[in-house]
């Protein structure tokens, strides 16, 4: 559920990679983002969910609606992470992706535009970094 | 006796009198009609030889027009060759004009990679290649304004000018000049004279520079005065350049203000310059909603007075004398600033990467080279900048396109447009695309530093590296104070946001000062240069620049608290 009326509504943020490390990084530098501007980015409570594989990602996605999805972009297990997203658009247009990766060939980040990513960030990943993967949540601007 | 009958005879004889009377009449009836039809005739000859004068009159005056427009058309035709013939061999004249200074350029630079300049000569040799490049540069912008000025396509800006300032660098700049030919250089400025008006600075001083250097040039002896005026009811500044030069002959004076003229060829072989100074002043003169005149006397001298509208004009009780009395010792020439971060430069020519690269080096930053703007999307994502550098025109991927694709992905540092487009309507586009500012090619080095000083860290304090960042090694002590400080850390947060609310200027500087004063004793150095770079610009800032820099540094303070 991307369309939030409530801004006290509790927040969905779901970390999709398959190293628990990046997951735990990623949920720090987001951490630090939500502190410092909560008003920014109308993220007051907040809820985190981990994926480490893609049919996990496409179930918790289906089970916890999430507002906010952090995908890796190198998940294992045959699928990539841009048929993945592709994916998650088509069974919700409305999702807020951002691809995670560990370098940012140009393919890959056109590619995941293409896609409907809203962001792309490249580890290692900085706080500053990810909030600025995450300034179109802020205006809600989904592709 | 026999009687006669006549009877009969006079019967005929009547009849015959009558016949013969009435033939008589008939006849005279006929003479007086002929006499009539001879009379009409007569007036119709006239008639006649009337329409034919008229006609003869007629034709002849139409011949002579006829003649006049041929006359006039013929002069026309000679004035219509005379002027292609004057374009053409203006053409050809610039093409010497430019093919000249890069003889010099390139045959000097040859003749260095060849080793064939003594060592001790290398720095004078250095010399004319860059005065053949500004001189060619100069020339080129010249032929530039001269076509927008043709086609119509140049605009004026309408901004403040600061009027005394103006003066003072054109005094700086003339003065030299004026000195290694022992002449003299005065600027008067009248007390009327505002302090400020609305105008195009850089075209003003386009024209100021013209018409000194003109005066300077043509000036053997004496000197050169520049008098300042004002004429409150129309709003004109009115601005005299008085020289005791040579003067101009008349029949020179008039073609002076056009281009093209064969007059000014010799002109411009003799004493140098591109010959067309004069006209695009005027141009631009009338542009800026006045106009230059000329009085000259041959062996006397020559007065150029440029007229400007002030639109909006400020005036203060401050004289320019006094306000030359005030000023510091200039330096114009850019100081090389102190900084410290790290700049993304995506430009294709290798030249230029090197060229810009020795700049931003030269400050103390570091800089990184993308290609294209393909490189330059992937390299600003996968590294942390402070400023970036986008040329427009790139292969494979170009600037704006570059920027676009960042843009979507939230990319929020500043980017700034690099791009040999002057045309303001271009540079309007790039700023509405959401670029941080223009840069024009080639760099203007002042404009540049300042571009870097805005968005890079000062780096008169350096940070410590200090050994605390490794809070295993800490004291224990200190490791407490700074869980302390971690607590602190929502205070500070608090205060920002309140005083970015109040939009209280004051209160948002004390933090950030507190901030950038604490946070370097724990190790938390991004905290502090951040905190830095606000401080230093604070008051140089738009609200957006602002804005996003506050957010970067709540979100660096955010993260020390959780370390």
């Given at each position: 559920m991307s369309e939030q009326n409530n801004d006290t509504q509790e927040k969905t943020i779901l970390v999709v990679d398959d190293i628990e490390y990046t997951r735990q990084l990623l949920r720090n530098a987001v951490l630090a983002v939500i502190n410092a501007e909560p008003d920014k980015f109308k993220i007051h409570r907040y809820k985190f969910v981990n994926a480490s594989n893609s049919l996990d990602a496409m179930a918790k996605i289906e089970q916890h609606q999430p507002d906010l999805i952090f995908l890796d972009i190198e998940l294992p297990g045959g699928v990539n992470g841009i048929e993945i997203l592709k994916r998650i658009k088509k069974q919700d247009a409305q999702a807020f992706v951002i691809m995670v990766s560990g370098e940012s060939t140009i393919e890959n980040v056109q590619n995941s535009l293409k896609s409907g990513a809203s962001g792309f960030i490249v580890k290692p990943f900085s706080a500053v970094k990810v909030a600025e993967a995450m300034k179109n949540f802020e205006k809600k601007k989904i592709k | 006796m026999r009687k006669i009958r006549v009877t009969p005879l006079s019967d005929e004889l009547q009849q015959l009198k009558q016949l013969y009377q009435a033939e008589c009449e008939a006849r005279q009836r006929a003479e007086q009609r002929l006499a009539e039809l001879e009379n009409n005739s007569l007036d119709h000859n006239q008639q006649l030889q009337h329409i034919g004068q008229f006609l003869e009159q007629a034709v002849g005056v139409q011949i002579q027009e006829l003649q006049v427009a041929k006359g006039t058309l013929e002069s026309q035709k000679e004035e219509a060759e005379s002027a292609n013939q004057a374009k053409t061999s203006f053409l050809a004249n610039m093409s010497h004009e430019i093919r000249t200074p890069l003889t010099a350029i390139i045959g000097f630079s040859q003749s260095i990679k060849n080793g064939l300049i003594d060592k001790d000569k290398l720095p004078e040799i250095i010399d004319i290649i860059i005065d053949n490049g500004k001189h060619l540069l100069n020339l080129i912008n010249d032929i530039l304004d001269l076509s927008k000025i043709e086609a119509e396509q140049l605009a004026v800006e309408s901004i403040d000018v600061d009027l005394f300032k103006l003066l003072h660098e054109l005094g700086n700049v003339c003065q030299p000049n004026?000195?290694?030919?022992?002449?003299?250089?005065?600027?008067?400025?009248?007390?009327?004279?505002?302090?400020?008006?609305?105008?195009?600075?850089?075209?003003?001083?386009?024209?100021?520079?013209?018409?000194?250097?003109?005066?300077?040039?043509?000036?053997?002896?004496?000197?050169?005065?520049?008098?300042?005026?004002?004429?409150?009811?129309?709003?004109?500044?009115?601005?005299?350049?008085?020289?005791?030069?040579?003067?101009?002959?008349?029949?020179?004076?008039?073609?002076?203000?056009?281009?093209?003229?064969?007059?000014?060829?010799?002109?411009?072989?003799?004493?140098?310059?591109?010959?067309?100074?004069?006209?695009?002043?005027?141009?631009?003169?009338?542009?800026?909603?006045?106009?230059?005149?000329?009085?000259?006397?041959?062996?006397?001298?020559?007065?150029?007075?440029?007229?400007?509208?002030?639109?909006?004009?400020?005036?203060?009780?401050?004289?320019?004398?006094?306000?030359?009395?005030?000023?510091?010792?200039?330096?114009?020439?850019?100081?090389?600033?102190?900084?410290?971060?790290?700049?993304?430069?995506?430009?294709?020519?290798?030249?230029?990467?090197?060229?810009?690269?020795?700049?931003?080096?030269?400050?103390?930053?570091?800089?990184?080279?993308?290609?294209?703007?393909?490189q330059a999307v992937e390299l600003a994502l996968q590294s942390d900048y402070d400023l970036v550098l986008m040329d427009i025109q790139m292969p494979n991927m170009d600037g704006k396109e570059a920027f676009e694709t960042l843009q979507a992905l939230g990319f929020t540092k500043p980017i700034v447009a690099l791009t040999a487009n002057v045309i303001s309507s271009d540079v309007e586009v790039y700023t509405q695309m959401g670029f941080t500012a223009s840069l024009a090619k080639p760099l203007n080095l002042t404009h540049f530093y300042e571009t870097l000083g805005k968005h890079l860290y000062p780096s008169d304090n350096p940070t410590q590296k200090t050994a605390q960042s490794d809070t295993e090694q800490m004291d224990p002590f200190l490791l407490k104070l700074r869980r302390q400080y971690q607590t602190e850390i929502t205070n500070y947060l608090q205060q920002i946001d309140t005083a970015m609310n109040n939009n209280d200027l004051e209160a948002l500087f004390e933090v950030v000062h507190i901030v950038k004063g604490t946070a370097g004793s724990f190790g938390f150095d991004e905290v502090t240069e951040m905190a830095g770079k606000i401080q230093d610009n604070l008051r140089l800032e738009t609200p957006e620049q602002l804005k996003q820099q506050i957010s970067a540094l709540k979100i660096l303070l955010s993260e020390a608290q959780n370390e």
């Open positions: - | 004026a000195q290694n030919k022992d002449l003299s250089f005065t600027i008067e400025v009248s007390q009327e004279v505002p302090s400020n008006i609305t105008s195009d600075p850089t075209r003003l001083r386009q024209i100021l520079l013209n018409l000194c250097n003109n005066a300077l040039k043509f000036t053997q002896q004496g000197g050169i005065t520049v008098k300042v005026g004002y004429f409150e009811g129309l709003n004109l500044l009115e601005i005299d350049v008085i020289d005791t030069g040579v003067g101009i002959a008349q029949e020179k004076a008039e073609k002076l203000f056009t281009a093209f003229t064969q007059a000014d060829e010799s002109t411009t072989r003799k004493y140098g310059g591109t010959g067309l100074g004069l006209y695009i002043s005027k141009q631009l003169a009338q542009l800026l909603g006045g106009d230059i005149t000329l009085e000259t006397e041959l062996g006397k001298g020559s007065t150029f007075s440029l007229s400007v509208d002030c639109g909006l004009a400020q005036f203060e009780d401050l004289t320019y004398a006094e306000y030359i009395n005030c000023r510091s010792p200039d330096d114009d020439i850019p100081q090389v600033p102190k900084l410290k971060g790290s700049v993304l430069l995506a430009e294709d020519n290798e030249i230029n990467q090197e060229l810009i690269a020795m700049h931003i080096k030269a400050c103390g930053a570091q800089v990184d080279i993308a290609c294209d703007g393909q």
